[in-house]
């Protein structure tokens, strides 16, 4: 069973940096894309970035140079770091896995909330 899981939200200031862990199990980690998408206050899920099994990257154009996606395959885990923080970031954050397109996944995690707030 796919069991993902994020950690590393919290309450951080305009401008502000902060690191989101993913940690996954229960499939072949290093074979397998991983994606991360946020749900904000507003309607709508927004995909926020995404990283193949050789290391590629890709981002939305609202977090592109301020996001960095990266993984260790030896702790079956992803990073996401966000620097430049804004309170349009604030959002609740989760990775999944699967899907054929970007924005499509078959599982996620329960996610981890992300406050960006003075």
């Not at 899920?45 to 995404?50: E, I």
């Not at 290391?55 to 966000?82: C, E, I, K, P, W």
Request: with cysteine.
């Amino acid at each position: 069973e796919v069991h993902l899981e994020e950690s590393g939200g919290g309450l951080v200031q305009p401008g502000g940096s902060l690191t989101l862990s993913c940690a996954a199990a229960g499939f072949t980690f290093s074979t397998s894309a991983v994606k991360w998408f946020r749900q904000g206050p507003g309607p709508g899920l927004m995909w926020v970035s995404k990283i193949n099994s050789d290391g590629h990257t890709a981002y939305a154009d609202s977090v592109a140079g301020r996001f960095t996606l990266s993984r260790d395959n030896a702790r079956n885990t992803v990073y996401l770091q966000m620097s430049r923080l804004k309170p349009e970031d604030s959002a609740e954050y989760f990775c999944a896995v699967g899907g054929i397109n970007y924005w499509e996944y078959s599982s996620r995690g329960r996610g981890t909330q992300v406050t960006v707030s003075s």
